[in-house]
């Protein structure tokens, strides 16, 4: 069993940054992928970034590549997302997931366990 516990979100005006973290506890950590979704209101949860702990591959989706950075810490056990030149369009509430898998990281039904969310709102 994991739990996830996300971090960071508030109010930010377009053209700001925001970090989020994912403090996870439970088991090890290393072994998962990890990823972020984001849902905003009447919208379906959508894919964010994603990283493996093999070989640190990384993904992102087109809409944030270039502004979002996502990293983990295994010592800390911890994910975090790198959020800037946030745009309006960014808000939604953003999940950190967790997975024992390592394909289709992309797809939320690939995660076993959730985080609770945490809402960021970008203001034009």
């Known amino acids: 069993q994991v739990q996830l516990v996300e971090s960071g979100g508030g109010l930010v005006q377009a053209g700001g940054s925001l970090r989020l973290s994912c403090a996870a506890s439970g088991r090890t950590f290393s072994s998962y992928a990890m990823g972020w979704f984001r849902q905003a209101p009447g919208k379906e949860r959508e894919f964010v970034s994603a990283?493996?702990?093999?070989?640190?591959?990384?993904y992102y989706a087109d809409s944030v590549k270039g502004r979002f950075t996502i990293s983990r810490d295994n010592a800390k056990d911890t994910v975090y997302l790198q959020m800037n030149s946030l745009k309006p369009e960014d808000t939604a509430v953003y999940y950190c997931a967790a997975t024992y898998g390592s394909s289709r990281l992309t797809y939320p039904d690939v995660y076993e366990y959730w985080g609770q969310g945490t809402q960021v709102t970008v203001s034009s």
């Open positions: 990283i493996r702990w093999t070989f640190g591959i990384i």
